[in-house]
């Protein structure tokens, strides 16, 4: 089984970076895509940024220009690069990927609270 364990979450200013890193316990074969979800409290969990198999990277408008999603496959991590963060960016991150021999949801990390305040 494969476990995703995030870090980098935290307290930052409005305006403020962060990066947040999703390390996989190994290797995964065949990814289709890897994401990031997030949670804020009383809202549904929504898809913030998306690297799928060909290279191409889709972002919800909320982030377009602000955010980056990446990945290193030598080291089985991906990252979210956050800039210009803003309070309505506060919620717990969540990665996740799906691969073609994986659960159908794909694989998820446990979350790490982001909290956007001055």
């Known amino acids: 089984q494969v476990q995703l364990v995030e870090s980098g979450g935290g307290l930052v200013q409005p305006g403020g970076s962060l990066r947040l890193s999703c390390a996989a316990s190994?290797?995964?074969?065949?990814?289709?895509?890897t994401n990031w979800f997030r949670q804020a409290p009383g809202k549904e969990r929504e898809l913030v940024a998306a690297l799928i198999s060909s290279g191409r990277s889709n972002y919800a408008d909320s982030v377009k220009g602000r955010f980056t999603i990446s990945r290193d496959n030598a080291k089985n991590t991906m990252y979210l690069q956050m800039n210009s963060l803003k309070p309505e960016d506060t919620a717990v991150y969540y990665c996740?990927?799906?691969?073609?021999?994986?659960?159908?949801?794909?694989?998820w990390g446990q979350g790490t609270q982001v909290t956007v305040s001055s």
């Open positions: 190994r290797s995964i074969f065949r990814i289709s895509s």
């Open positions: 996740n990927v799906v691969a073609t021999y994986g659960p159908t949801n794909g694989y």
